[in-house]
Nanobody
Framework: GAPAAESGGGSVQPGGSLTLSCTPS????????VGWYRQSTGKTCELVAA???????RYSPSVEGRFSISQNSARNTVYLQMNYLKSEDTAEYYC?????????????????????WGQGTQVTVSS
């Protein structure tokens, strides 16, 4: 897929916050979903949060109530506000757009299947 410029990853202590941002190239929010995946060693490619083409958010149960996905007014940049971070949130985070975003076993092949796929940004939660 086309690139998606991501930023905002880093290291934070448990309980802290980070905000990821993504600007998918050529993204049309009226036709596609946009969301964030993450994967860490030994785990599946988890769909953390997504916005439907109507702007309706949905979240993985593991982040519900702690993470929030949103877009800017121009709807060309998407954000993932992550609060009350836990060690288990440590992973590589990827921004994606596509007709329908669903959980995956592995993120490796995702760039070939989605309209946009980011290069990944590392989030590390550790004391």
């Amino acid at each position: 897929g086309a690139p998606a410029a991501e930023s905002g990853g880093g290291s934070v202590q448990p309980g802290g916050s980070l905000t990821l941002s993504c600007t998918p190239s050529g993204f049309s929010s009226g036709n596609s979903e946009v969301g964030w995946y993450r994967q860490s060693t030994g785990k599946t490619c988890e769909l953390v949060a997504a916005l439907s083409k109507y702007g309706t958010p949905r979240y993985s149960p593991s982040v519900e109530g702690r993470f929030s996905i949103s877009q800017n007014s121009a709807r060309n940049t998407v954000y993932l506000q992550m609060n009350y971070l836990k060690s288990e949130d440590t992973a590589e985070y990827y921004c994606a757009t596509g007709h329908t975003l669903i959980p995956r076993l592995d993120c490796v092949d995702a760039p070939y299947e989605y309209d946009n796929w980011g290069q990944g940004t590392q989030v590390t939660v550790s004391s």
